[in-house]
């Protein structure tokens, strides 16, 4: 008799582990997005994201945009992910410094590199619509 309440415990604990394994489960990269930029400036230029991730700051592939060329951003986490812009001919010399982007789960984005007006050295990043 113990055995056989034993043997029943352990279906039902199955049983319960499979259904909450279900209930919670996503498909691979739900919650993902992905970012998209294009390169407005007359330069070639290089950006790059990073996300912290479990108190750890988690760096994307650069991507580098020549003028009017296109790049995306593949699988970014939802949350808070910041965006630097880089001079590709000078990559130390940094166009944007941390322009804060709030990736929404699932909802891609896109943006574009601009330059501003009245300056030929500085560029934003501007989202599109």
């Known amino acids: 008799m113990n055995v056989g309440l034993r043997a029943l415990f352990a279906i039902a604990l199955l ?30 230029v290089i950006v790059q994201g990073t996300s912290t991730m479990n108190g750890m700051l988690r760096r994307g592939q650069p991507m580098l945009l020549t003028p009017g060329k296109s790049a995306s951003d593949f699988n970014v986490p939802a949350g808070y992910r910041v965006y630097s812009v880089y001079d590709a001919n000078q990559p130390t010399h940094v166009l944007v410094r941390d322009k804060a982007v709030m990736v929404q789960p699932g909802r891609d984005a896109s943006f574009i590199v601009t330059p501003v007006p009245g300056s030929s050295q500085q560029v934003a990043i501007v989202e599109t619509k």
Do not use: D, W
């Open 15 to 44: 049983v319960a582990t499979f259904a909450a394994s279900l209930v919670s489960a996503q498909p691979p990269g739900a919650g993902a997005a992905t970012i998209q930029f294009r390169n407005e400036t007359k330069m070639a």
